[in-house]
């Protein structure tokens, strides 16, 4: 290089054209057009079932690893972290050997840096550029590569822990209380519609005011407010005595509690245990925590808090949140004689028409009958004999046989595909087209060790076991559940449960069952988890798998 000329470095590592100037040796390095080909970028993998919902303090954000045309040497990487039109966090790592950078790798920004952290619940956007000393010696950065995008986490993580226990306070002024209790047992055998009455309710160090409050519980689980009864809690409620919208009020990240009094299921850890199968088959289902409950100076005892189906849930759980949920109860399919108008069928709509919603986006699901509707015309459209495959279509059939497969193992014959067709909720992804049935309601499980497996009762069950290549894919499912269960373990959080359960037993005046019929159900529930495997293997054999 001459002492007045200019040397421009040709096309190296990820394609950078660099120029160095300056008489005594190398100068500033300057990115020339053509841009350098992208970094291939992946994030760490999400806790979620959608995939794209991520802890900041966890993300693993990694590069493939560089093909070098040009002899560039790799100097390193840097990474940006943008939500909007702000830059809340950056790393520059001089590491050649480095393909993966991490959270400790870098520093906050701009707002993020002001608040001490990524706003929750947002969309941010993450790239990366390789950095390469050139044959000259500069240090040049390359193209960034397309974006890669996650959603922040949150915190509701925090409310179910696996090994912690939330409280949550419910204070009830005299006319809630008397109308909540009014409306606490259902007259009958059926779906009951409550009411939401004001309360104040804290929970995570927070108090809410006005907030919704009302009783649940089915045939076997409603109980009055003398007793234990299960609980729906609305934070962001619609007080039709207060003008105008509400605010949106949430703790740790929620805007709903659903506390299950667990008054059917004496172990107080069967229903967390069966929650736990479910999510570890990849089958969308809430999450669930143990919560200890008080009602005014009362102490009500040990619930079980199920993550509400709302938006949140759906969003973590499917490519878009923005599609129609249904709830099936109680001998209620997927029949369109079960289908109405509104909601005096046995099938019913979630999610209703709302001054105060937010407005509906490009792609989102009429809030009617319409979408469930003609997925059952689908259904009905499928010739006998055609069922499968031409199904897959219209269900996201790996989460319905993994559903299936689960039902089989715990013998839950309260839930969709046995004998109750009850306890389900079935949901319309518009992301895929496809649906969903979430299971709700595990408490009756693990109970009947010689359960019959292909005894089913759901319609999508039915259709399936009448063409033998449906059958066959369900049934890998199911042996691929008693793998599944081996490898969770799941003796040993039982045994876990148990010790947190009955140290707080002695002071539960709800628990509605004694401390010896607890440690019997306990020792049921532990030779059903050693017993069951074998049994469902010998159902599979038997029918020629």
């Known amino acids: 290089m ?26 500033e390095c300057v990115d020339l057009t053509p841009a350098a ?37 790799l100097a390193g990487l840097e990474a940006e972290v943008w939500q909007g039109q702000d830059r809340v966090w950056h790393a520059e790592v001089a590491d050649p050997a480095r393909r993966t950078l991490r959270w400790a790798d870098g520093v906050l920004d701009g707002p993020a840096a002001a608040a001490g952290g990524l706003e929750p619940w947002k ?26 995008s996650f959603r922040t986490d949150d915190g509701s993580a925090s409310l179910f822990h696996p090994s912690q226990v939330a409280d949550v306070h419910i204070d009830l002024p005299p006319s809630s209380y008397a109308a909540i209790d009014a409306e606490a047992v259902p007259p009958g055998c059926v779906p009951f519609e409550r009411s939401y009455h004001p309360g104040t309710v804290r929970v995570g160090g927070l108090e809410f005011a006005g907030a919704g409050v009302r009783a649940k519980g089915g045939c076997g689980s409603a109980r009055p407010l003398g007793d234990k009864p299960g609980w729906k809690i609305n934070f962001a409620w619609d007080d039709p005595a207060v003008a105008g919208c509400p605010a949106e009020r949430r703790a740790a990240g929620l805007q709903r509690l659903t506390l299950n009094n667990m008054v059917q299921d004496p172990s107080l850890a069967r229903e967390r245990l069966a929650y736990r199968l479910y999510q570890a088959m990849n089958v969308p289902v809430p999450r669930a925590g143990y919560t200890r409950v008080w009602l005014g100076d009362e102490f009500l005892g040990l619930y079980l808090h199920v993550e509400t189906i709302d938006r949140r849930m759906l969003a973590r759980n499917f490519s878009s949140n923005r599609g129609m949920l ?8 997927l029949e369109a004689g ?52 031409a199904v897959q279509n219209l269900i996201d ?14 013998a839950h014959w309260d839930g969709y595909v046995y004998e109750i067709r009850n306890n389900y ?31 089913v009762s759901g319609r999508l069950a039915r259709s399936c076991l009448a063409e033998p290549a449906c059958e066959a894919a369900f049934a890998e499912r199911l042996r ?15 045994a876990r449960w148990q010790d947190l359960a009955s140290a707080l037993l002695a002071d539960d005046p709800g628990r509605n069952f004694s401390p010896s019929s607890f440690a019997q159900v306990h020792a049921e529930t532990r030779d059903f988890l050693l017993s069951r495997p074998a049994e469902v293997l010998r159902q599979l054999a038997a029918r020629g798998h």
């Not at 002492?3 to 100068?27: E, H, N, S, W």
């Not at 941010?124 to 010696?137: E, F, K, M, Q, S």
């Not at 792609?363 to 997925?375: K, N, T, V």
């Open 37 to 73: 080909p992208p970094v291939v970028l992946e994030l760490g993998p999400s806790e979620t079932r959608s995939g794209d919902i991520r802890a900041a303090e966890r993300l693993a954000i990694t590069v493939a690893d560089p093909v070098d045309p040009g002899g560039d040497a």
């Open 425 to 455: 909720r079935v949901y319309h992804d518009p992301g895929t087209g496809l649906w969903s049935i979430i299971p709700t309601g595990l408490d009756q499980t693990f109970q009947r060790p010689g359960f019959d497996v292909w005894n």
């Open 480 to 494: 691929e559940v008693v793998d599944v269960a081996a490898d969770l373990d799941l003796e040993t959080d039982r």
């Open 326 to 333: 249904y709830e099936g109860t109680y001998w209620c399919d």
């Open 123 to 148: 969309t941010h956007r993450v790239r990366v550029r390789a950095l390469a000393t050139t044959a000259a010696g500069c240090v040049a950065a390359g193209a960034w590569s397309p974006d890669a």
């Open 2 to 27: 001459s002492a007045t000329g200019r040397r421009i470095v040709g096309a190296g590592l990820f394609g950078l054209v660099a120029a160095c100037a300056g008489p005594d040796g190398p100068g």
């Open 397 to 410: 059939t790996d989460a319905l046989f993994g559903l299936w497969a689960v039902e089989g193992l715990l």
């Open 338 to 389: 079960n289908v109405g108008d509104d909601d005096s069928g046995c099938l019913t709509r979630e999610f209703t028409p709302d001054p105060c919603d937010e407005p509906a986006e490009p792609g989102d699901d009429p809030q009617d009958f319409g979408p469930l509707r003609g997925f059952i015309s689908a259904l009905d459209a499928l010739p006998a004999g055609g069922f499968y495959p």
